[in-house]
C-alpha cells in the first residue's frame, strides 16, 4: 500500500519534486546497504566507489556508467540536504518560466558538463597529477548550480528575498556562487568546486541559446522521450464491438435521414443545386448511393 501510494504520488508531481525524491531515495537505500553490507562482513561494501566518477582514464572506464550515477550519489547527510535545498530554490524558480523536461536535461547536461570539466582539470592541471588515481567526484552540485545558473541567466532581475540580506537580484547570487567556487579551488574538495563551475557553464550556454530561440537541450529530450516509451508496457489494441441497433432505433434513424434528404430536395426546388452547401451535398451524394 506505501509503495503503491508513493507511485501515484511520484507520478503525479512536478519532475523538480521527482528529482529530489530521486536523490533522497538512493541515498537511503545506500545506506541500508551499507549497514547490511557491514554487518554481514561483506568486502568491499563501499558502493560509492561504484557510483563516483573517477578522474583517472582507465578508473573511468571501467565504470562508464559513473558518468550518470554521481550525480543522484551524496556522501553524507549533510552533503544531500545542502545541495537539496539549492536544487529546491533554484528549480522552483525554474519552473516558472521553463518546463519539465528542460529542468531534467539541465540537471543531466549540467551534471555531465560538470563531470567532464572535472576530469578534464585532473589531467591536465600539475596540481592533481598527486591525487589523480584516487580522486573521486560525488554529488548533485554541478547539476544543480547548472539550474540556478539557467535561470538566473535567463531572468537575471529576478529578486529574491532573503532573510537578514532583504530583496537580491537571481543575477548577483549566480555571480557570488561561481566566484564562491573559483576562489576555493585551492582551499580543499578542488574537484568539486571545479565540477559545479563545468555545471554552471552548462546553464549559461543553455540559457544563452535559448533567449536567442534554440533549444540545445531538445536532441537530448527526444532521445529521453524515446528510452521512456520502450520502457513502456506494451497495450494491445482494443476491439470495438458495436451493438446492433434495434428495428426501432433503425426505423428512427432512416426517417431522420429521410426528412434530411426531402429539406435538400425542397432547397433545391427552390433555389437549384449550386445553393446546397458542401455538407448537403455530401448528405445528397451518400443518399443516392443506397
Partial sequence: MILKDFKTSFKNVSMLSRLIYLNVGIFIVLEVLNVFFFLFKVPNYEILNYLGLAASPSELLSKPWSAITYMFVHNGFIHLIFNLLW????????LRYLSNKQIVSTYILGGLS????????????PAFSATLANSMALGSSASVLAILIAIATYVPNYSVNLTFIGNVKLKHIAIVSIMLDLILIPKGNAGGHIAHIGGAFYGFIFSQQLLKGKDISRGFDRFMDYVTSAFKPFKPLKTAYKRPKTDDQWRENKSTEQKQINLILDKIAKSGYESLNKEEKDTLFKASKK
Fill in 87 to 94: 536544487l529546491y530554490f533554484g528549480g522552483s524558480i525554474f
Fill in 114 to 125: 560538470g563531470g567532464l570539466f572535472y576530469i578534464v582539470a585532473y589531467n591536465y592541471f
